[in-house]
Structures are given as C-alpha cells and as structure tokens.
C-alpha cells in the first residue's frame, strides 16, 4: 500500500489483535482502530462494540474513544455506548461521553431515554452529556 494509507491487511491484523490474550494488545488495537476510522473499514464498527465488553478496563476505555472517531457511521454503538456511561471505570465512563458527543446527533434520542435508566450514574452521566449538549447550541 501506500505510505500513510492502511491496507486491508492492516485493518485485519487490529480487527484480530481485539481478541488477543494480553489486554495491552487489546487496548492498543482498539486505539489503532479508532486513528485509522473510516478507513478501517465497516467491521470495526462491530469489532469495537464487541470490545466494549472487554474484562479489562483500558480496553473497553479505548474502544469508545475509537468509536467516536467513526462519529455518525457509529450510530450502531450508541446503545452500548450509552451502557458504558454506567461503566464502574471512570475512564471508561468519560471515553463513552466523548464517543456519544463525537457521533453527534444520532447519540439524543438515546441519552434523552438513558434518563429513566436504572443505574442512577449512568443517569447522572447521561443528563450531563445532554447539558454540555444544550449548552453548545
């Protein structure tokens, strides 16, 4: 390929790193992911959310971060997202907001239903994301 542009087989080996043993691996898959963003191809959408579930916390911190960096393409992810708001991880709770407010408009009606959730920090978190939001317009 050419200098600076991925190849599919780069995109490929990050998609395969998300399920390697070591979390560092993991982690730094996903953030590779979210640097190459559209150009990573449509399964890293699906690769990232499954990531979003990850044991380890800097894992599932990266995976949202990179997420956003698909911005609307990512709407798929606004629902496991908007669950990782409730993330004990507080890391992963910011990256998730961060996600949410990259994807942009497609995140609202979530966020606006998240309200009523049952975990009261991912209501709390929500209800801030939704006020920064109001705040910009």
Known sequence: GRPGVPGPDEAAVLLQA???GDPN????AARKLGELGKAAG???VPALMLALSDED???RSAAALSLGAFG???AAAVPALVEALGDPDDDVRSSAGIALEDIGDPARPAL???LDHTNPL????AALLLRHWTGKG
């Open 18 to 20: 998300l399920g390697h």
């Open 25 to 28: 691996v993991r982690a730094a």
């Open 42 to 44: 449509a399964a890293a």
């Open 57 to 59: 916390g800097a894992v």
């Open 72 to 74: 609307p393409a990512a």
């Open 112 to 114: 606006e239903a998240a």
């Open 122 to 125: 991912l209501r709390e978190e």
